[in-house]
């Protein structure tokens, strides 16, 4: 079957860095998507990773690693505003996304 | 406008009932999708349609179905309405499925069948 790993929850500080992982097992795959979704509205989106590497953008990067089914998201300098949930998603074989539930992250001050 | 909106915001439909959620986009995106949103699960595809004319069934299309009759327009059809078809339900589009573009979300319907 396909699966996507994400923890539920995480907690971090104002300024600091946090890296969420996210682990797939799917049927294909053609690439790996992070959205950011706020409490109450539409996700949206935040990077796409198709080769293994890091790929930066701002405050936000996210790495691949296919060979080991795996991907973090790193944000760095924590704001108030970047708590919401992240899910992470792949395009599978029929260039559907699977979708993790998501994680949560709560920044404290 | 600008982007995809949905309609209603939110609903609360008896059981047995029909019911159908609105979707309209204006990128002219070829794709469209719908996915339900329920706590602790991820978003799940309901059907999809890669372009005007044609639809696919996702994940969990039971109870469920879709027209795609013109490029901006993608409504979902619940015949009849059951208690587990309550969630928040999100449409999306992009312009080229199987590529790296994005999927744009509307701004999603919350859905509850008593």
């Known amino acids: 079957g396909q699966n996507i790993d994400q923890p539920t929850e995480m907690t971090a500080t104002e300024g600091a860095i946090v890296q969420i992982n996210c682990t797939y097992q799917t049927s294909g795959f053609n690439g790996l998507f992070w959205y950011q979704q706020h409490a109450g509205e539409a996700p949206t989106f935040l990077s796409y990773?198709?080769l293994d590497g890091l790929e930066e953008k701002g405050r936000f990067s996210s790495f691949l690693s296919r060979s080991k089914g795996y991907s973090y998201l790193l944000l760095k300098e924590l704001q108030m505003k970047d708590s919401a949930s992240y899910l992470c998603?792949?395009?599978?074989?029929?260039?559907?996304?699977?979708w993790g539930a998501g994680t949560k992250l709560i920044i404290k001050p | 406008i600008a982007g995809i909106t949905q309609a209603p915001t939110s609903q609360i439909l008896a059981a047995g009932r029909r019911m159908t959620l609105r979707c309209t986009q204006d990128m002219r995106h070829n794709a469209m999708y719908w996915y339900r949103q329920d706590l602790g699960l991820g978003l799940r595809l309901i059907h999809y349609?890669?372009?005007?004319?044609?639809?696919g069934k996702g994940e969990v299309p039971d109870g469920y179905s879709v027209s795609r009759a013109n490029t901006d327009d993608f409504p979902l059809t619940l015949a009849s309405a059951v208690p587990s078809q309550t969630s928040v339900y999100f449409c999306a589009s992009t312009d080229r499925p199987g590529q790296s573009n994005e999927q744009f979300f509307g701004p999603g319907t919350r859905l509850t069948v008593l």
């Open positions: 998603a792949v395009m599978d074989s029929n260039y559907q996304l699977i």
């Open positions: 990773n198709v």
């Open positions: 349609s890669n372009t005007a004319g044609t639809t």
